[in-house]
């Protein structure tokens, strides 16, 4: 019994971090239609500038949150204006689509061959005094790292909701999620949107970055699976499905994590990849739309 | 089909003679041969991708794992004591296996799906072959003994040539059209009365199939492998895409040029900048897709246009298609 609740609570530690990957993959999605390959990567590179922002100012990993997401909303800045504005002269948004897979592809390749060129392949974590610290919930042991980590991702895709529905800011996000064009037309700075909305993207990418420094670790090259997870949690939720992300990422955690009582631990990513399959052969809506 | 075009055809027997022919009277030593090779693996892997891509627009991150899979059958059936020959078929067929199970459902829907779909499946083979094999795979002393350059290269070459052939022919024919047609507009097509996801789906069995031919190659021109999960490494999809882009997708020729281009800058980067010449490959592959959509093949084709402008100019004002 102690065995299967603390494997339920570890899947949904680890599935609140799946929405919270998802949380910034599926924001490019909804908003611009442009496939972020790159994203996983991205989520790489903000645990390293997490891990070289404690090793050498010596902050708690937590606290340098406010600088990791502003260094990472630049580089989701620049990632717009040099590779995603470019793209948006094809008229046909399937166009784009393939152009923004196939650039961000090319993206993901140099961003972990720069990182292994830098700082070799190793893999790194952020160590703190708390890291190994547990606390007993229910006689399963859970770490305090886990539990900040799936807080923050609950906070972070609150916020999230709250900056898309209540502000001025994330009105104009929707309209041009619905409608680009007619948005335009009616006063919508709709390149600015997507502008700010892809650094919101890639800054989430830096905070999912450092709670996988700080509860797990980051190699180079180690985004793809990521990546692979945010995907399956995106289906899973229904494309565009903004608010249902957290609890899609919470059911692939559980799952995979009830997959390990019974199979090698291993094999994680092949059973996201039938999850996957499954979902799109059977639901590809996803498992909250209500069409 | 247009007419028999005698120069074109003329010029690619000369072309074939030449590749043919030199080896077996002037010894370019080892490492040419070796380059050789290699580059011929990177033209059928190119084509298979530039086929599904290319032809169909259909975008397969996942070309590694066809790859990969048919190295390891080759390897295995062809240690087992099965002639070469057959154990690249059994290797090019079972990568059909693997493009069955993930192109059924994803090919079904449009969007991100079977581009995702593909990588995961690479993925997903990656750590079922990191776990079931852990040391690196080699063959018995036997087939080191036996080792000989010069049946790769023409074996590569046969494969090449075929596979070049074969692609000229779909191209031109009913199929070739309908896979244009699902590529340039898929709801225009489909309201025509093609059969989308059934052309979708033939053009990636074929695309897997090529892919598994070069898979063969490696399997017989790599006696030994360090780890399994290089075979399924990324690098192998991406070297494809970035010959297809470089050269120009859509073309026969394209991802040819592309290859080349890719394994005399890989010579020459490695060597001078050792383990930098990925990220100048990645940013290479990024800028041509920004500045020169149409790859090498468009840039070729843009010159001509442009001498034929300068011989006539009446010629062009005429006929402003070109």
Redesign the interface.
Known sequence: MGNVLQVLFVGIIIGALYGLVALGFGLIMGVMKFINIAQGSFIILGGFVCYWIVTLWHLDPYFSIPLTMLAMFIVGLLLYRLLFSPLLKYPKAEMRLDKSLLMTFGVVWILDNTEILFWTPNSRSVITSYGYGTVKVLGAALSYTGLIGMGLAILAAAVLHLILTRTYFGKHVRAATEDAGAASLSGVNVQRTYLISCGIAISLAGLAGTVIVTSYSVTPGGGLSWLLMAMATVVLAGAGNMNYMIPAGIILGVLQSASTLFINPAYQQPIALIIFLLIIMFRPQGLFSKR | MAAINWKKISAVGIILLILILVPMFVNLGTGIMNQLVTLFMYILLAQSWNLLGGYT?Q?N?GIAAFFGCSVMVTHFTWVAGMPIIISILAGSLSTIIFAV??GI??L??????F???T???T??LQ??M??IFTRSISAPGEYVHSYNIVTRYYLGLGMVALVMVAIYFVRWSKLGLAFTSIRDD?QAAQVTGVNTFKYKVISLLISAFIAGLAGGLYAYFRLYFYYTSDIFG?SW??SS?MAV?VGGSGTLLGPVLGAIFLVILGYIFSLTLG??N??V???L??IV??FMPQGLMGGINLFRAWLLQRKKPNTLEKNPGI
């Open positions: 627009g975008i991150l199970i993930i459902p994803t079904r829907l449009k969007g991100m799906y581009a995702v779909g990588l995961a499946l993925q997903a750590v079922i990191q776990n898929e990324h999809t991406f895409i882009i383990q930098a990925l990220i490959f990645g940013f592959f990024i897709m920004l």
